[in-house]
């Protein structure tokens, strides 16, 4: 704390400790008096209201007696309602019959003036026994009263208080529903306040009192009294503030100014100069904090330039890993990023290749002294060899000096002065069950990332390890990722069975090819396959057995097409070959090459240890030949015609081939049969092979 602050804090302490406490005392005092005020109001409410409704219980019992006279009960009850003495009136001989009812009656039960209990009731009632000439009670006379709104508002204008009622069955409106629930929740007698600062008090029935009701009143506004202490307190505060600011710096103004810029160079601000008046300690403190504040700000202006560049290559990083899977272009951003981070004059990365046994360089930033000027791509390190190779074989980082720290550089790794370099690797997962066992060892590195040789000779620090590790945890990210993508690419458009390609890929090559033949007014052939008798397989041999029975089908099938050629599972037993370029002939010669390999060697199922001896399948195909643009101008309508051959085939004994019959475009085409394929196609180019 300053001199200043000391003083100014001294003289309010002086000065306005009284006020403040005087203060304290008047809203205290203020705040008892208003709760001792409204706890008064609730408990006059409560006396009005018992008043009021032990009023109610005579007027009904009024209304009550009126109906009960001898021979004027259907008028008598009328005209109680009509006087207004209750709102309903019944009258009932002593085995419950109905003699006479008035008004509009409450659905029972009701409460009883005379013998109120704790239960709930929607309506208040009073009665009376019905006598006969001789005295003797022939039953009852019954004067009721809802417990509405309409009664709700006479109670409250009568005692002066708000009054809800609760009853199982009332619904209080959206503004009342938390004073209710406090009321119901609160013991008969206790006072509770709800949210907005309203006094609730619930009452139970009681003598003079049959129902079950809450009372509430405001709670004391002091707001007002609160508004004149606190404007009070501000003033004194705001003069006792002037009076203290005015001492202190008539005595302390130069300690003061340099306070000030003390705090605005902590803020942010390096222009801040602190005025020198004298030559004495002061002013020499002064001269010495302006000397500092303008090296400081031209250091400031070097980081701020630093700063800008990181954060635009951090910006380049982003976008990068957000927007690509070129794991080159991701490995190249993020070593830009590196060594702008660090001051790194040259880095490079390389990556393990699938062996693990050798380093190969990928990207490479800044004056990398290669041997011999090499390319950085043309650079392969064995794992544990050299600076690079310790890194990965070891999997912990390493920074130094060589020629003090080593290790000693291999001939194929970029020279160096000063070095920092991390294993790119992402944590190891942990356990999932508890019972893997666990290791200490980093995990296996991907790849290595390396800074040489810092701006301005320094070494590498703590710091920019720890940089160069966060940039290296990213790059194993990225690495992954790439890979994951790569891979659910793959699956996503193979078939793990067969591994050929799946019904989602012969969509979309089935378009793509059909483009390209229409716009080089090439053939395209389309072939559909369906192996015969399939589940009969299934049935005899099992799953399993079908199993290998297709994926050996799928390979006899790569082993006829061409590296050009398409083949693909469409579902089950039924494959899809694309021959581009390829008219009804070559597709013909394909189908009869294919048939004869399939149906000349049994597919040998070989069962698991324990099962039965190995089998041999016999296996045969049937298909399905139509050639775009002949038998169809779109790919669904040539794989169509593909489809209704393949049944002719079925149709026609299976083990054979049908090319699609139809005439598309002014070309004839018709059956083919095995030995007739090539005498009937239209001359396009043939199938070679």
């Given at each position: 704390?300053?001199?200043?602050?000391?003083?100014?804090?001294?003289?309010?302490?002086?000065?306005?400790?009284?006020?403040?406490?005087?203060?304290?005392?008047?809203?205290?005092?203020?705040?008892?008096?208003?709760?001792?005020?409204?706890?008064?109001?609730?408990?006059?409410?409560?006396?009005?209201?018992?008043?009021?409704?032990?009023?109610?219980?005579?007027?009904?019992?009024?209304?009550?007696?009126?109906?009960?006279?001898?021979?004027?009960?259907?008028?008598?009850?009328?005209?109680?309602?009509?006087?207004?003495?209750?709102?309903?009136?019944?009258?009932?001989?002593?085995?419950?019959?109905?003699?006479?009812?008035?008004?509009?009656?409450?659905?029972?039960?009701?409460?009883?003036?005379?013998?109120?209990?704790?239960?709930?009731?929607?309506?208040?009632?009073?009665?009376?026994?019905?006598?006969?000439?001789?005295?003797?009670?022939?039953?009852?006379?019954?004067?009721?009263?809802?417990?509405?709104?309409?009664?709700?508002?006479?109670?409250?204008?009568?005692?002066?208080?708000?009054?809800?009622?609760?009853?199982?069955?009332?619904?209080?409106?959206?503004?009342?529903?938390?004073?209710?629930?406090?009321?119901?929740?609160?013991?008969?007698?206790?006072?509770?306040?709800?949210?907005?600062?309203?006094?609730?008090?619930?009452?139970?029935?009681?003598?003079?009192?049959?129902?079950?009701?809450?009372?509430?009143?405001?709670?004391?506004?002091?707001?007002?009294?609160?508004?004149?202490?606190?404007?009070?307190?501000?003033?004194?505060?705001?003069?006792?503030?002037?009076?203290?600011?005015?001492?202190?710096?008539?005595?302390?103004?130069?300690?003061?100014?340099?306070?000030?810029?003390?705090?605005?160079?902590?803020?942010?601000?390096?222009?801040?100069?602190?005025?020198?008046?004298?030559?004495?300690?002061?002013?020499?403190?002064?001269?010495?904090?302006?000397?500092?504040?303008?090296?400081?700000?031209?250091?400031?202006?070097?980081?701020?330039?630093?700063?800008?560049?990181?954060?635009?290559?951090?910006?380049?990083?982003?976008?990068?890993?957000?927007?690509?899977?070129?794991?080159?272009?991701?490995?190249?951003?993020?070593?830009?990023?590196?060594?702008?981070?660090?001051?790194?004059?040259?880095?490079?990365?390389?990556?393990?290749?699938?062996?693990?046994?050798?380093?190969?360089?990928?990207?490479?930033?800044?004056?990398?002294?290669?041997?011999?000027?090499?390319?950085?791509?043309?650079?392969?390190?064995?794992?544990?060899?050299?600076?690079?190779?310790?890194?990965?074989?070891?999997?912990?980082?390493?920074?130094?000096?060589?020629?003090?720290?080593?290790?000693?550089?291999?001939?194929l790794e970029p020279c160096c002065v000063t070095y920092v370099a991390v294993p790119i690797a992402a944590p190891a997962a942990g356990p999932t069950t508890g019972l893997e066992p666990q290791s200490d060892r980093p995990p296996a590195a991907r790849g290595v990332l390396a800074l040489y040789d810092r701006h301005g000779f320094d070494e590498f620090d703590d710091a920019d390890l720890i940089t160069l590790r966060t940039f290296a945890g990213q790059a194993a990210v990225a690495v992954d990722n790439v890979r994951v993508h790569e891979e659910a690419q793959r699956l996503s458009l193979t078939d793990p069975l067969t591994g050929l390609s799946n019904y989602r890929y012969l969509r979309e090559s089935l378009r793509r090819e059909v483009e390209r033949a229409s716009r080089f007014s090439r053939a395209l052939a389309v072939l559909a396959l369906d192996l015969d008798h399939f589940k009969e397989v299934n049935d005899t041999y099992g799953h399993p057995a079908g199993d290998a029975v297709l994926a050996e089908f799928a390979r006899r099938l790569r082993a006829e097409i061409r590296e050009v050629d398409f083949a693909f599972r469409q579902g089950g037993e039924e494959f899809v070959v694309l021959l581009p370029e390829t008219d009804a002939g070559g597709a013909s010669v394909l189908a009869e090459r294919l048939g004869a390999a399939v149906r000349r060697s049994p597919v040998l199922v070989v069962s698991s240890t324990g099962g039965p001896p190995p089998r041999r399948i016999p296996v045969t195909v049937s298909i399905g030949i139509a050639v775009f643009p002949y038998h169809g101008t779109t790919g669904a309508a040539v794989l169509e015609a593909a489809d209704d051959a393949l049944y002719a085939a079925k149709a026609g004994g299976r083990d054979t081939y049908r090319l699609a019959a139809g005439v598309i475009g002014g070309k004839a085409s018709a059956e083919v049969t095995p030995g007739a394929a090539k005498a009937a196609q239209p001359p396009r180019q043939s199938r070679g092979g």
């Open positions: 704390m300053t001199l200043r602050a000391r003083l100014t804090a001294a003289f309010l302490a002086v000065v306005l400790g009284p006020v403040l406490l005087g203060a304290v005392f008047v809203g205290i005092a203020v705040a008892a008096v208003s709760d001792q005020r409204a706890s008064e109001r609730l408990e006059s409410g409560a006396e009005n209201l018992r008043a009021a409704l032990a009023l109610t219980c005579q007027r009904l019992r009024l209304a009550a007696e009126t109906a009960a006279l001898p021979g004027e009960r259907p008028d008598a009850a009328q005209a109680a309602i009509s006087r207004g003495l209750a709102r309903a009136v019944e009258v009932t001989r002593a085995d419950g019959t109905v003699l006479t009812s008035a008004g509009d009656l409450p659905a029972r039960p009701w409460a009883d003036c005379a013998a109120p209990t704790t239960s709930v009731f929607a309506a208040v009632s009073a009665s009376v026994d019905v006598l006969d000439a001789q005295g003797r009670r022939v039953g009852w006379s019954y004067a009721v009263e809802p417990v509405d709104a309409d009664l709700l508002g006479w109670l409250a204008s009568a005692s002066g208080v708000r009054i809800n009622s609760l009853a199982g069955g009332a619904q209080p409106t959206a503004e009342d529903a938390g004073l209710v629930a406090l009321a119901r929740a609160l013991v008969p007698g206790a006072t509770g306040t709800t949210d907005d600062g309203r006094l609730v008090r619930r009452l139970d029935p009681q003598p003079g009192q049959p129902l079950t009701l809450a009372i509430s009143v405001p709670a004391p506004d002091t707001q007002g009294l609160y508004g004149v202490l606190v404007a009070v307190v501000v003033c004194a505060g705001l003069v006792a503030i002037s009076v203290a600011w005015w001492l202190a710096r008539s005595t302390t103004q130069p300690l003061t100014e340099l306070a000030q810029a003390v705090e605005r160079v902590a803020a942010g601000d390096l222009g801040a100069r602190v005025p020198v008046r004298s030559q004495d300690e002061v002013g020499r403190l002064g001269q010495t904090f302006n000397r500092m504040t303008r090296e400081m700000q031209g250091y400031v202006q070097a980081l701020t330039a630093s700063r800008d560049q990181l954060r635009g290559q951090l910006g380049v990083l982003g976008d990068t890993l957000a927007g690509t899977h070129d794991l080159d272009r991701i490995l190249q951003v993020i070593l830009q990023t590196a060594t702008a981070a660090t001051g790194a004059q040259a880095g490079v990365v390389l990556m393990v290749d699938q062996a693990g046994s050798e380093l190969r360089g990928q990207v490479g930033e800044g004056r990398l002294a290669m041997p011999g000027g090499a390319d950085v791509a043309d650079l392969r390190l064995p794992a544990g060899e050299g600076l690079l190779g310790m890194v990965a074989a070891s999997g912990e980082p390493m920074r130094g000096r060589v020629e003090r720290d080593g290790p000693v550089l291999s001939p």
